[in-house]
């Protein structure tokens, strides 16, 4: 194959995609609350093991896209995802049997 036309591929490939925006730690976010379905902002960062920044950096590309959605009960923040965020994270949960395929 020409490797001219392998990185014309390349570019368009990853050229206007949002998912990169996304980025690993918001993917990870995304898959542990469709399986928690919410959590507290302090539970995500715990269980994944994320600094604040880190966390925070995340999630604020998750709102932005409408992924996640953030509520109040007795002044612990909540997150959960949208349904936008449950069709996104159903979509990599497919994508990943899918690679793991054999």
Known sequence: MDKSKLTNIS???????MIENIGERGIRI?????NKREAKLT??????RMGSAAAYNALAQ?????????YR???MRII??????????DLLIQADKILSEE
């Not at 539970?43 to 994944?48: A, G, H, P, R, S």
């Not at 949208?82 to 996104?88: D, H, L, S, W």
């Open 11 to 17: 570019v368009y490939a990853y050229n206007g995609h």
């Open 30 to 34: 995304l898959l542990l609350l469709h």
């Open 43 to 48: 539970q995500i960062k715990n269980e994944l």
């Open 62 to 70: 998750l709102f932005r896209f409408g992924l996640v959605e953030e």
């Open 73 to 75: 009960y007795k002044n």
């Open 80 to 89: 959960r995802l949208t349904e936008k965020g449950i069709k996104v994270a």
